[in-house]
């Protein structure tokens, strides 16, 4: 049974938020008024994530993202973002909150988001002192178009990135949001050409046409080539769909605060919020993830093809 803190100064929105959490019966709620009292209740008993304003007295949402990052690294922290709180949220997100859902669409899309950040928050303490001898690693997985594979692999990628030393405690959740940011929008919007308009206007239609085209082709012959390369400090991803691609360009500009609120492009946002570099090829069907440590062995885009990230494969695994 997950236990969620929800931190909010409007008694209005507590509320909203735990009548919307009580639907899930599976969520034990606790409630905090501002980042203070949040971090007195956490102290008497650790929540499994934690759901927060960003405007508050005695400490807002910025300084509770950094207090519970630095003290209780691997306790996930989701934003709720409303207008005027754009750019805290953005530095929010910079600085260690694992994703954010503006308040506008918390019936749409809070449980989703908590779901998913807990699937990728939850992992295995115990460290295998074999593995962390690992050095580099390198590996190619082939998916079929069905979002229930994604755990599993984030779950693998996590841990193999934590062994080596790239990925903290402190970065597993955020690493494991933007690699599943990635998977979703290869499955969602390039092998099955969904878009997120849809989901926005109507979620019912959104889901209907996401499973009809499961079973459809060309959609349904389409896969999701993922590369992973980890060594002692790099860890390179490139996720590669099987769709027409997309214009970069005409998606709002992630980095710009006052386009937090809008869904096209919140996957981008994420993954250049958690990640050193994103970089995607021109024809928008191949997004490549870096994420960095401080070590200061070679990097793995030195020693592959010239410093390109090219397909260099030592196994291939084909999930479903």
């Known amino acids: 049974m997950p236990t ?27 409630y905090a008024v501002h980042g203070a009292d949040a971090l007195a209740t956490m102290a008497q008993s650790l929540p499994d994530v934690v759901v927060t304003d960003l405007l508050m007295p005695e400490l807002d949402g910025l300084g509770l993202v950094a207090a519970v990052r630095e003290l209780y690294p691997l306790v996930p922290v989701i934003l709720m973002t409303s207008q005027g709180s754009e750019e805290i949220a953005v530095r929010a997100l910079q600085q260690g909150a694992a994703s954010y859902v503006p308040k ?28 962390g001898c690992l050095q580099r690693t390198e590996s190619t997985f082939l998916l079929e178009n069905d979002p229930a594979l994604f755990g599993p692999l984030i779950t693998y990628l996590q841990e ?17 949001v933007a690699l599943e940011e990635a998977l979703t929008n290869a499955l969602y919007h390039g092998n099955l050409e969904v878009s997120s308009e849809l989901r926005e206007s109507d979620t019912n239609a959104y889901y209907e046409m996401v499973e ?21 400090n790099e860890a390179v991803f490139v996720v590669r769909d099987g769709g027409p691609g997309f214009d970069l360009s005409a998606l709002p500009d992630s980095t710009d605060p006052a386009n937090l609120e809008k869904v096209s492009g919140r996957g981008i946002l994420l993954m250049r919020s958690f990640m050193d570099q994103v970089l995607h090829n ?15 062995c070679r990097p793995i885009s030195q020693t592959l093809s010239g410093g390109h990230y090219s397909s260099v494969k030592s196994r ?5």
């Open 4 to 30: 969620i803190l929800v931190v909010d100064d409007s008694p209005l929105d507590r509320r909203l938020v735990g009548e919307l959490l009580a639907k899930d019966a599976g969520a034990q709620v606790q």
């Open 104 to 131: 506008r669409l918390l019936p749409q899309y809070l449980r989703d988001t908590i779901q998913k950040v807990l699937r990728v928050s939850l992992r295995d303490r115990s460290h295998s002192r074999l593995m």
């Open 160 to 176: 193999g990135a934590s062994q080596i030393g790239v990925c903290n405690d402190a970065d597993r959740t955020r690493f494991g």
């Open 212 to 232: 009809r085209r499961r079973h459809q082709s060309p959609y349904q012959e389409r896969r999701i080539e993922v590369q992973a390369r980890l060594a002692c």
């Open 282 to 296: 021109a024809a928008g069907n191949v997004v490549t993830l870096v994420k960095r440590s401080g070590s200061d």
């Open 316 to 320: 291939t695994v084909t999930l479903g």
